[in-house]
Nanobody
């Protein structure tokens, strides 16, 4: 699976962004998908995960109620809708495909100004 993330940018605190991750490969629809982020000087951390069917989602406590992960298996896409953004959400965001093998996409930078 090859992954291409986009949608990052500069936004003011309280604003919204929608990240997209385009996947290629036959195993997308059978893979759970996740978003991770890495802030400067910090380790990469889990943000959200969605099951292969889209029926189950999980969120880190820090984003619960503000972020929504979704997927469109017909389009091989996964999304991360981010609302009520905070400066602490500033990070490089990565999508990840999870099956028997884990695949990472390149990151997309989100910067939230105060």
């Amino acid at each position: 699976v090859q992954l291409q993330a986009c949608g990052g940018g500069l936004v003011q605190a309280g604003g919204s962004l929608r990240l997209s991750c385009a996947a290629s490969g036959r195993t997308f629809s059978s893979s759970a998908m996740a978003w991770f982020r890495q802030a400067p000087g910090k380790e990469r951390s889990y943000v959200a995960r969605i099951s292969f069917s889209g029926g189950t989602t999980y969120y880190a406590d820090s984003v619960k109620g503000r972020f929504t992960i979704s997927r469109d298996n017909a389009k091989n896409m996964v999304y991360l809708q981010m609302n009520s953004l905070k400066p602490a959400d500033t990070a490089m965001y990565y999508c990840r495909a999870e099956s028997s093998i884990v695949f990472w996409g390149q990151g997309t930078l989100v910067t939230v100004s105060s």
